[in-house]
């Protein structure tokens, strides 16, 4: 039996109708960018995270990008973030000429820790990105009480964790912003590119986060500040708005499926292979990915095999950043940050969407457990 990494037809299938039945009114009203279907999404994605604001965006790297423009992020500046997580998280500090800062990782949760931030905080530190990594919140309370005492905002990155908890608390509701991304493998996909910045709960800085999504203007024609092209498209707001309401039941579908994985996995021990770790107090992993660590050298053996017997599988993400050519200049030597860089040696992310049968799901288990020799 083949087994995709990820299927999107099903799902897909599930809200096709509505979508075509919107997409005609969206035709007959004409109205294609930041109309009623965005400013809906907004509204309800306000609701659903908890934040007072939400703003559509192109992107989740736009998401990030204007958020790091309304506070004013700029040449000589820090931002500290991850080393071991997606490019867009670094590479938006670097287009305003900042420097990114990168810190290492707890080996359990693949997130970064509030002791680790604050080791890294120098006087130019002027924002602090915690990525919420894989659908499990980072250590968020150790975190914002670093910021705070030092009085240095907190973008979180949840582009691959709407509606991850822990701490009484969800994904968008701790730090002053927080960057969302749609792109269509996420838990909440659009039919293409788009994101959404959340702003926690200032009005001032949810006004300048719209005026820079429209070039800083406001009103029309008039510019107070040098923005970006970010606006998100009615057609992303449609299916977007089509497909929230299914994203609870989503979620869980990855849960039981992440736990069903960890029993029926347990047999193989963990020198071999280290199972997801679901750390937060009262939390909520949402499993984007669920990703374990091959030990022994042999993470690239078992991809080669379970690709050999058609399950899909992927390596998120074998390049640290400050591995990474472009930021060459930043002067990072090997083993600076070893715990990013034994991950990205050793992470296998399996299928885990909602929509697998009890038959795929067991297909990858005896996948992994006849490459290990268990039962």
Not at 37 to 58: D, Q
Not at 112 to 134: C, D, N, S
Not at 328 to 351: D, I, N, T
């Amino acid at each position: 039996m083949s087994v995709p990494m990820l299927e999107l037809a099903p799902q897909n299938a599930s809200v096709k109708e509505k979508i075509l039945q919107g997409l005609s009114s969206i035709i007959d009203r004409s109205s294609f960018v930041l109309g009623e279907n965005v400013k809906g999404l907004e509204a309800e994605l306000a609701e659903y995270s908890g934040a007072k604001y939400a703003v559509g965006m192109s992107s989740g790297t736009d998401a990030l990008l204007v958020a790091l423009m309304a506070l004013d992020i700029k040449h000589g500046d820090e931002v500290i973030l991850p080393s071991f997580t997606f490019f867009a998280t670094a590479g938006v500090v670097s287009r305003l000429g900042a420097t990114p800062v990168f810190i290492d990782l707890d080996p359990e949760t693949f997130n970064v820790t509030g002791a680790l931030v604050e080791a890294a905080i120098t006087p130019r530190t002027k924002a602090i990105i915690p990525v919420h990594l894989f659908g499990q919140l980072a250590e968020m309370p150790a975190i914002m009480a670093v910021a705070d005492r030092h009085g240095i905002p907190v973008l979180e990155d949840a582009c691959q964790s709407l509606g991850a908890k822990g701490w009484g608390l969800s994904a968008g509701q701790f730090g002053q912003m927080t960057g969302c991304s749609f792109y269509p493998t996420k838990n909440l996909g659009a039919f293409g590119d788009a994101g959404m910045t959340l702003v926690r709960d200032d009005e001032a800085l949810a006004a300048k986060v719209r005026r820079l999504r429209v070039h800083g203007m406001e009103p029309v024609y008039v510019h107070h500040e040098i923005g970006m092209n970010g606006r998100i498209d009615e057609f992303q707001g449609l299916v977007l708005r089509a497909k929230l309401p299914m994203l609870e039941g989503w979620h869980e579908g990855r849960r039981r499926h992440a736990a069903w994985y960890i029993e029926r996995l347990a047999a193989i021990t963990p020198d071999q292979m280290v199972l997801p770790l679901e750390k937060v107090p009262d939390g909520r992993h949402i499993y984007n990915q669920f990703t374990i660590r091959v030990k022994g050298g042999r993470r690239d053996a078992l991809m080669a095999h379970l690709r050999g017997l058609g399950i899909g599988c992927a390596v998120y993400y074998p390049i640290c950043l400050h591995e990474q050519p472009c930021f060459e200049y930043l002067g990072y030597k090997k083993g600076r940050l070893a715990e990013s860089e034994l991950a990205s040696q050793e992470v296998l992310s399996l299928p885990v969407y909602p929509e697998m049968t009890p038959a795929m799901l067991e297909e990858v288990a005896q996948g992994l457990l006849t490459f290990f020799g268990a039962r």
